[in-house]
T-cell receptor, first 113, second 112 residues
Framework: GQQLNQSPQSMFIQEGEDVSMNCTSS?????WLWYKQDPGEGPVLLIA?????ELTSNGRLTAQFGITRKDSFLNISASIPSDVGIYFC?????????????FGKGTKLSVIP | DVKVTQSSRYLVKRTGEKVFLECVQD?????MFWYRQDPGLGLRLIYF???????EKGDIPEGYSVSREKKERFSLILESASTNQTSMYLC???????????FGSGTRLTVV
């Protein structure tokens, strides 16, 4: 089946630093999504991307849909303590079962005040 | 505001018990999903349903079953709970035009 490789698995950063994480796929996706999971909660959608090359921002978060359609990137600028959590990428392909998402294993972010 | 509601945030059950995890969505979504989340393993799909009374196995269905008698409700059943089923369980739903999945807050199940 499809696989998403998300990296890094975990990050420890100082408050105020910028953060970058990415996902790569063995196959093409038509949609890329980024979720954040706060400790003890369910994942919440941050950003959705629908076109190759698309760059979308949500506050301090910026995500990009890779031109090859096999990767996506998430950047967080000027991190703050409430950015702590697990960030998941997810991709959706076309065709049968296209309502299903494939998830990366997540990037666990820790912010040191 | 659209919602996916899981009936319990925390649950402690004994080995061998039959356990029901309930999930209700108010978005009239066709698709519903059950995942379990364990450290380092990400989200693993247990079962999903794309319509009432329809169900499909995900990646790790062993030891679980599901029920979807009404569109808004999707239940996960542990027929005989075991300690290796101690985990965080997440329900999600999606429908036409939805950006992605909407997740519930999760149920942290401990089997002792």
């Amino acid at each position: 089946g499809q696989q998403l490789n998300q990296s890094p698995q975990s990050m420890f950063i100082q408050e105020g630093e910028d953060v970058s994480m990415n996902c790569t796929s063995s196959s093409i996706f038509n949609t890329w999504l980024w979720y954040k999971q706060d400790p003890g909660e369910g994942p919440v959608l941050l950003i959705a991307l629908y076109k190759a090359g698309e760059l979308t921002s949500n506050g301090r978060l910026t995500a990009q849909f890779g031109i090859t359609r096999k990767d996506s990137f998430l950047n967080i600028s000027a991190s703050i303590p409430s950015d702590v959590g697990i960030y998941f990428c997810a991709g959706r392909s076309s065709g049968a079962g296209s309502y299903q998402l494939t998830f990366g294993k997540g990037t666990k972010l820790s912010v040191i005040p | 505001d659209v919602k996916v509601t899981q009936s319990s945030r925390y649950l402690v059950k004994r080995t061998g018990e039959k356990v029901f995890l309930e999930c209700v969505q108010d978005m009239d979504h066709e698709n519903m999903f059950w995942y379990r989340q364990d450290p380092g393993l990400g989200l693993r799909l247990i079962y999903f349903s794309y319509d009432v009374k329809m169900k499909e196995k995900g990646d790790i269905p062993e030891g679980y079953s599901v029920s979807r008698e009404k569109k808004e409700r999707f239940s996960l059943i542990l027929e005989s709970a075991s300690t290796n089923q101690t985990s965080m369980y997440l329900c999600a739903s999606s429908g036409p035009g939805a950006y992605g999945y909407t997740f519930g807050s999760g149920t942290r199940l401990t089997v002792v």
